[in-house]
C-alpha cells in the first residue's frame, strides 16, 4: 500500500485558492486561514492593482522546517489575520518552480549569507525582493512582517532602492564570460585540483570532514573515474569507504531500501528522514557503476534493495516516478513527528526478534553508537558480514539469512505504523536522473525488470510529457502536464534516453534526444555566452534569466547538457554540438580550481578530452548480446553504438558485414581492424 497524502486534521481544505491546485505542497496549506494564492499572472496583477507587498513562501512537500514553520505561524489565526491585512501570500513548490526558487533564494543569500527551506521572502508589489530568510519563529515572523509594513507605508522609496540594489546583485551573481582563450584541456593540472580537492576528505567515515554530511553522488562518480583511470589506490579506497559507510548508515533505509537525503551528522547516522527520488536515483547509478569495477556484494545489495523501494513506493501504473517521501509521519499520539516511521525502541526491538536480538544489537548498534534521542534509535553499521559472523560463531551464510528474517520482521512492523505522506507529483528531469539509474542498474546486473522499468518510464515520458518539436513538459499530475520544461529537464531526459540507447540500439531514443538537443538549441541558447539559460523564451519573464552551471547535489543543467552535446556530437557528426560542448566547458574551466566539489560533472567532460576516449561500434546480428557483455563492465572513457542491421547512423555507416558481428574500437573517427570478441576490445581500452 503507497503512502497516502493527507490534509492537516481539523482544517478545512477550501480555506483559500491553493485547494485549486495539484501540487502536494501547495495542497498542504491549502487549509491554512492564511489567504495563500499560487504564483500565476493573476496573483502578480493582483499584488500591483492592490499595491500591496507580497510574502513569498518557497517549500516543498517532505520538508520538515516547512512543516514546523507551518503548525507554528501559517496555522495560527493570529498570524494569518497580520498576513491577510497587509500582505498578498504567495506559496511556491520549489520542485514545480525552480526558476523563482532560484531566484529568491540567491537574494536571500546575498542578503544573509545563506538560504535554504522554508525560504520566506518579502517582495514589492512587483515581486522584487526586499527582505528574506528561512525558518522563523511565531513571533519573530510576526515583527518581521509589522516592521517591514511600517517602513512601506512611511518610506517606500527606501525599499525601492534597496529591492533595486539587490535586484543588480542577484543579476550579477551567475554571470559567466565568454572564454575566447583557445581551449587547451591536455594542460590542465588535474593532479593539483585533486590534492587540493583531498584535504576535505573524511577518511573515517567517508564523504567530507563536514556535518551535517550530503551525498552528492556526482563528485563520487568523478571520483572513481579518477581512481580506476589512473590506478590510484587511495583515491579507490576512499571511494570504497564514502560508499561503505554511507550503506552502513542510517541515512540508509536498512529495513525497506533506498536513502534519505542528508545526514545531520557526520557519520552518517541520524537522516534527514525525507526521501527523494533524485538521490536515489544517481545513487543506483554510483553504485551500480561502483559493483562493475569491485564486484563488491554490499554495493549489489544496496542497489537491488533501493529499487525495490522505488518500484514499490515512489511508482505510479504508467512507470513515472513520484517525488519523494516525507520526512514526517504521525506517531502513536497523532503527532507529526521527524523519523517517526523509521527508528526504534530497544524494547520494541527485543520484543520483535527474541532469540535473535543479541546478533542483531552488535549488527546494528543497539547501544550508544547507535542512539538518537528519547532512547530511540537509528540502526546503523560498522562491522563487515564477516566480522560478525566471526564474532557469534556462525557462518555468513546464516547471518544472510538472519539478516533476511530481521528485515521481512521489522518490515511487517513498521507497515502497522502511519505512513509518510508521498508527493505523488512527478517531475521529468527527475524521472530522467532514475530512467538513467534504472539503465546504469541493468547495464551492470543484466535484470530484464530493470531493463522493463526504464523503458516503461521512457515510454511515460514519450507519450505524455515529449511534444512533437521536442519540447518537454516539467511536470505531470492527475494526467495533467502544466509547466514549460526547464533546462534541466532536457539535460536529464538527453542523458537517460542516450543511455537507453546504448543498451537497447534502439535509434529512436538517440533521435528524440537530438530533437531535444535542437529544441534546446532554439529556446534556451545563449550566443553571447555558449551556454543555456535555465528557463526558456517562452516563459514569463521573471527578475532575470539564469544560467545554472555549478553542480550540486544535482548535475547542474549546463554541465549535464554539455556531456550531452559531446556524446551526440559523435553519434551524428555534428560540428555545432562538439564546438558547443568544448566552448562551455572552456567558460567554466577558472572557476573549477576554486571549488571542485561544486564542478565534479564538469571536471568528468574534462576527462574525455585530457584522456583517450573511444567509440565502442558493434554491428551485426549478435550486436544486442555483445552489447550486454561490453556494457557491464565500468568503460568510463568510452560511448557505445551498435545495430543488428544496415543503419545510416554516423558511427555505422558502411560497418556492416553479413552473418558477422564486428566490434570496432575507435578514437576520433580512427578505428582499429575490428574484432569479434568483446574481452578484445574491453582489453584495448584498458590497456590503453
Not at 512527478?426 to 530512467?435: A, E, I, R, V, Y
Not at 520544461?485 to 543511455?499: S, T
Request: negative net charge; contains cysteine.
Amino acid at each position: 500500500m503507497k503512502p497516502l497524502l493527507k490534509f492537516n486534521k481539523g482544517l478545512k481544505p477550501k480555506d483559500n485558492e491553493l485547494h485549486n491546485e495539484t501540487s502536494p505542497y501547495l495542497l498542504q496549506h491549502a487549509g491554512n486561514p492564511v489567504h495563500w494564492k499560487a504564483w500565476n499572472k493573476k496573483t502578480l496583477t493582483t499584488a500591483k492593482a492592490e499595491g500591496k507587498l507580497m510574502i513569498v513562501s518557497i517549500g516543498y512537500a517532505a520538508c520538515h522546517w516547512c512543516h514546523v514553520m507551518e503548525h507554528e505561524s501559517f496555522e495560527d489565526q493570529t498570524v494569518a489575520d497580520v498576513m491577510n491585512k497587509d500582505y498578498i501570500s504567495v506559496k511556491v513548490d520549489r520542485e514545480e518552480r525552480p526558476d523563482i526558487d532560484q531566484i529568491y533564494i540567491n537574494a536571500v543569500q546575498l542578503m544573509t549569507g545563506h538560504a535554504g527551506w522554508p525560504l520566506n521572502v518579502i517582495t514589492l508589489p512587483d515581486g522584487r525582493p526586499v527582505w528574506g530568510g528561512t525558518y522563523f519563529k511565531k513571533q519573530q515572523w510576526v515583527d518581521a512582517l509589522q516592521q517591514i509594513q511600517q517602513v512601506y507605508k512611511a518610506s517606500p522609496e527606501k525599499l525601492e532602492e534597496y529591492a533595486s540594489r539587490l535586484e543588480d546583485g542577484v543579476k550579477n551573481m551567475d554571470l559567466v564570460q565568454l572564454n575566447t582563450d583557445e581551449a587547451d584541456f591536455s594542460s590542465f593540472d588535474m593532479t593539483s585540483l585533486i590534492e587540493k580537492w583531498s584535504r576535505n576528505f573524511d577518511q573515517d567515515y567517508g564523504g567530507y570532514k563536514q556535518a551535517p554530511k550530503f551525498m552528492m553522488p556526482n563528485n563520487y562518480l568523478f571520483l572513481l573515474r579518477y581512481a580506476v583511470q589512473n590506478n590510484d589506490k587511495s583515491f579507490l579506497e576512499y571511494v570504497d569507504k564514502t560508499l561503505t559507510k554511507m550503506a552502513y548508515g542510517g541515512i540508509y533505509d536498512a529495513v525497506g531500501g533506498g536513502f534519505s537525503r542528508y545526514s545531520v551528522d557526520g557519520k552518517w547516522h541520524v537522516p534527514h528522514f525525507e526521501k527523494m527520488l533524485y538521490d536515489n536515483a544517481q545513487l543506483v547509478s554510483l553504485y551500480s557503476k561502483a559493483y562493475a569495477h569491485s564486484k563488491k556484494p554490499l554495493y549489489k545489495e544496496v542497489v537491488e534493495e533501493t529499487l525495490q523501494f522505488v518500484s514499490e513506493t515512489l511508482t505510479n501504473d504508467e512507470g513515472a516516478f513520484y517525488s519523494s517521501l516525507d520526512a514526517d509521519s504521525e506517531t502513536n499520539s497523532g503527532k507529526l513527528e521527524e523519523g517517526a516511521y523509521y527508528v526504534y525502541a530497544k524494547e520494541e526491538l527485543q520484543n520483535l526478534l527474541k532469540e535473535d536480538f543479541n546478533i542483531f544489537q552488535a549488527y546494528y548498534n543497539i547501544n550508544d553508537f547507535g542512539k538518537w534521542e528519547d532512547c530511540k534509535y537509528v540502526l546503523i553499521r560498522n562491522n563487515t558480514d564477516a566480522e560478525v559472523a566471526e564474532t557469534f560463531s556462525i557462518s555468513e551464510e546464516t547471518l544472510r539469512k538472519k539478516k533476511e528474517n530481521w528485515k521481512q520482521i521489522l518490515l511487517n512492523h513498521r507497515n502497522k505504523r502511519p505512513k509518510p505522506r508521498l508527493d505523488d507529483k512527478t517531475l521529468t528531469s527527475w524521472n530522467g536522473l532514475m530512467l538513467k539509474g534504472y539503465v546504469d542498474a541493468y547495464k551492470t546486473f543484466q535484470k530484464q525488470e530493470y531493463l522493463d522499468a526504464a523503458l516503461r518510464n521512457a515510454k511515460f515520458i514519450t507519450a505524455r510529457q515529449l511534444q512533437d518539436d521536442g519540447a518537454l513538459f516539467h511536470n505531470y499530475k492527475n494526467g495533467n502536464s502544466t509547466i514549460n520544461g526547464y533546462l534541466e529537464d532536457y539535460a536529464a531526459v538527453i542523458e537517460a534516453f542516450i543511455a537507453l540507447y546504448q543498451v537497447t540500439l534502439d535509434e529512436n531514443w538517440l533521435d528524440r534526444s537530438k530533437k531535444m538537443a535542437d529544441y534546446a538549441f532554439r529556446y534556451f541558447f545563449d550566443d553571447k555566452t555558449q551556454l543555456f539559460y535555465f528557463t526558456s523564451t517562452k516563459d514569463d519573464k521573471l527578475m532575470t534569466r539564469l544560467f545554472e552551471y555549478r553542480d550540486n547535489v544535482i548535475p547542474a543543467s549546463n554541465s549535464m547538457m554539455a556531456k550531452n552535446l559531446f556524446k551526440l556530437s559523435r553519434y551524428y557528426n555534428d560540428t555545432r554540438y562538439a564546438t558547443t560542448a568544448k566552448q562551455m566547458l572552456n567558460n567554466i574551466l577558472g572557476e573549477i580550481t576554486t571549488y571542485p566539489i561544486g564542478f565534479s560533472n564538469w571536471l568528468d567532460l574534462l576527462e574525455n578530452y585530457r584522456s583517450k576516449f573511444y567509440e565502442v561500434v558493434i554491428v551485426g546480428e549478435a550486436a544486442t548480446e555483445k552489447t550486454k557483455e561490453l556494457t557491464k563492465t565500468y568503460l568510463p572513457n568510452a560511448l557505445v553504438a551498435g545495430s543488428t542491421k544496415k543503419s545510416s547512423l554516423f558511427l555505422m555507416q558502411d560497418r556492416f558485414v553479413k552473418d558477422e558481428t564486428l566490434v570496432y574500437v575507435c578514437m576520433d573517427n580512427t578505428c582499429n581492424t575490428p574484432v569479434s570478441e568483446i574481452k578484445k576490445a574491453i582489453n584495448t581500452i584498458k590497456k590503453n
